[in-house]
Every structure is written in C-alpha cells, then in structure tokens.
C-alpha cells in the first residue's frame, strides 16, 4: 500500500472505530476499552484484541437483534488492517446490506482498503466464529511478549483462564442441551399435529356416514308407476 494510503486508511480506522463505539458503549461490551488501549499504542496484538472486541460484540447484539450501524464497518476496518482481507470485506458488504444508508461511505472505506475486492459483494450476517481470529499472526512487541510470560506463569492468570474455559464448555454444554430440548419440542409439537390432523379426519369420516345413514334412498321411496296394459 502506498504511503498516501496508510495515512488515509489510518484516518479512516480512527474515524470509523470512533463512530460506533462511543454512541452505543452498552450494546459494545468491551469495545471502548480496546479501542482507548489501541489508540493509545497501535500494535498489532491490541488491534486483534480489538477486533475480538467487535467480533464478541456483534454476536451479542445479533443475539439481542440490536445491531447498530458501524459496528460491521468498524470490524472490517480492523481486520483490514490484520491483513484480513477477505473477511474484511465480506463485513464491509454486511454493513451495507443491513444499513444501505451506509453504502457511499463504505464503498470509500472498501476502495481505501480492499480495492481489489470493491466489486465483490459476497455478505454473510450470520454469528461470527470466533476461533478464526485465533488464526491471525500478529507481531508481539518486548513488552507484550513480557507480559504474555508474566501471565502465563501468574497462578492467578492460570485459574482465571481455567475458569474460563469451564464456562465456555458449560456454555457449550447448554446450548446443545438446549436445542435438543427445542428439537424435542418441535418433535412433539408435529406428533400432536398428526394426531390431531387424523382425528378431525375420523371426525369427518363419521359425519359423512352418519349423514349418508339419514339420507332416503330416493329409489326405494319413489312411487311405482302402473304399466299401461
């Protein structure tokens, strides 16, 4: 990328990183917070923490169907930044798609960033997999490295990421459960709708019968006319 276009693709990732996460900080979740820290050193690891940021976001407001314009735009931004082209572009079009009033401005965020791609409009709004980001290499700065070390022999950091991942396989846990359970449901909702289906069709059988059974044969009840001899 030429230089001219660092400098407007950073003007833009401030701008557009800004626009959402200050108006809606409550539907964000931690959104501000990696925001401030990036901006207050721009490195590749807080920009990924950042796009976790927007990735956890999004399925939360999905969730909630409380999505609000920008959110998509920014998380483009940043994984445009990551290299993430693709994907990034994919978030520029769900932007557009879910609010078109958007369009003129990603469009300029889509030629600044994805150039290549501005005529692909491939969309996908559906939940965000978060194990992908996982799959972004970033360069560590010393100190992030150091950290990094300090948290993995922190006994404290230890217990809290084992914590974590109990909850996130409770969390799995429950969610399986749960659409069993709606499978069931659904299972025994169309089972009763035969049932009951086969039951009004007996019901209409029997009527038919019954009104058969107390209609005269109109044959049999007709007069015999006498035969001229």
């Known amino acids: 990328m030429k230089k001219s276009n660092i400098i407007i693709a950073s003007a833009l990732l401030s701008g557009c990183l800004l626009s959402s996460a200050c108006i809606h900080q409550g539907a964000l979740v931690e959104v501000p917070a990696t925001l401030m820290q990036y901006q207050h050193q721009p490195t590749e690891a807080k920009l990924l923490a950042l796009a976790k940021s927007y990735a956890q976001a999004i399925n939360s407001n999905l969730e909630q169907q409380s999505l609000f314009p920008g959110q998509y735009a920014d998380y483009g931004v940043a994984l445009a930044k990551l290299g993430c082209r693709s994907q990034a572009n994919v978030m520029f079009n769900n932007e557009k798609a879910m609010f078109p009033n958007s369009s003129l401005y990603v469009d300029m965020l889509k030629q600044t960033l994805v150039p290549e791609l501005c005529n692909d409009n491939r969309f996908d709004t ?47 846990a429950d969610a399986k459960r749960k659409a069993k359970k709606a499978e069931q449901q659904a299972r025994k909702e169309a089972l009763e709708a035969q049932k009951r289906a086969k039951q009004e069709q007996q019901r209409a059988e029997r009527e038919a019968r019954k009104k058969a059974a107390a209609t005269p044969d109109t044959a049999s009840t007709q007069p015999t006319q006498p035969v001229n001899q």
């Open 126 to 172: 559906a939940k965000i997999d978060l194990k992908t980001l996982d799959t972004i290499a970033v360069t560590y700065t010393p100190e992030e490295e150091a950290l990094l070390r300090q948290q993995a022999e922190d006994p404290e950091y230890k217990r809290l990421m084992k914590l974590q991942a109990q909850q996130e396989r409770q969390q799995q």
